[in-house]
């Protein structure tokens, strides 16, 4: 499924990005890596399928194969070192600090995934893979984040539901 366009939020929010390098994690078959790196930004698209990796390698764009939820994974890049971070579709609460603490001070994080609810439409039917309202505001009351918009949506073919927000980090001055 090389074809899918990109996200509308995703879309909404790349032009602010500033130059530098970006992860798209998840990234799949590299619909977002594409768009970025068509931007003019350098791309990491990391998957754990080699074989999306393959349809999302390109020009700009470099590939790392790294399943981050496997036993003994370990987050491979350093604190500030990418001036956006794209999520979509992909939830794993515990690598939260690490996403935040990647990006530079001028970085933004642009995720969009399930949402709580989701379930209900025989999607991502464990509840534990699906946004939850209160995420964002652990972000802000850890001060690591600020959350600027955030949406919840509900479409109608396929039904799905998602949660969309971008952030940028809060760095202590």
């Given at each position: 499924?090389?074809?899918?366009?990109?996200?509308?939020?995703?879309?909404?929010?790349?032009?602010?990005?500033?130059?530098?390098?970006?992860?798209?994690?998840?990234?799949?078959?590299?619909?977002?890596?594409?768009?970025?790196?068509a931007?003019?930004?350098?791309?990491?698209?990391?998957?754990?399928?080699?074989?999306?990796?393959?349809?999302?390698?390109?020009?700009?764009?470099t590939?790392?194969?790294?399943?981050?939820?496997?036993?003994?994974?370990?987050?491979?890049?350093?604190?500030?070192?990418f001036?956006?971070?794209?999520?979509?579709?992909?939830?794993?609460?515990?690598?939260?600090?690490?996403?935040?603490?990647?990006?530079?001070?001028?970085?933004?994080?642009?995720?969009?995934?399930?949402?709580q609810?989701?379930?209900?439409?025989?999607?991502?039917?464990?509840?534990?893979s699906?946004?939850?309202?209160?995420?964002c505001?652990?972000?802000?009351?850890?001060?690591?984040?600020?959350?600027?918009?955030?949406?919840?949506?509900?479409?109608?073919?396929?039904?799905?539901?998602?949660?969309?927000?971008?952030?940028?980090?809060?760095?202590?001055?």
């Amino acid at each position: 499924m090389t074809g899918l366009p990109a996200s509308g939020w995703v879309a909404r929010f790349a032009p602010l990005i500033h130059p530098g390098e970006v992860l798209d994690l998840a990234c799949g078959n590299g619909r977002h890596a594409r768009l970025l790196a068509a931007l003019g930004l350098q791309v990491t698209a990391l998957d754990r399928n080699p074989d999306a990796l393959a349809n999302a390698a390109g020009p700009g764009i470099t590939t790392l194969q790294l399943d981050l939820e496997a036993e003994g994974a370990v987050w491979p890049f350093g604190a500030g070192c990418f001036s956006a971070v794209v999520v979509t579709n992909y939830l794993h609460r515990p690598l939260f600090a690490e996403l935040v603490a990647s990006l530079r001070p001028d970085g933004i994080l642009i995720y969009e995934t399930f949402a709580q609810g989701n379930e209900l439409y025989g999607n991502r039917r464990i509840p534990i893979s699906c946004w939850r309202p209160a995420n964002c505001w652990r972000w802000r009351s850890r001060a690591t984040c600020k959350c600027w918009p955030t949406r919840t949506a509900t479409s109608s073919v396929p039904i799905r539901r998602k949660y969309s927000a971008c952030a940028r980090p809060v760095r202590p001055t």
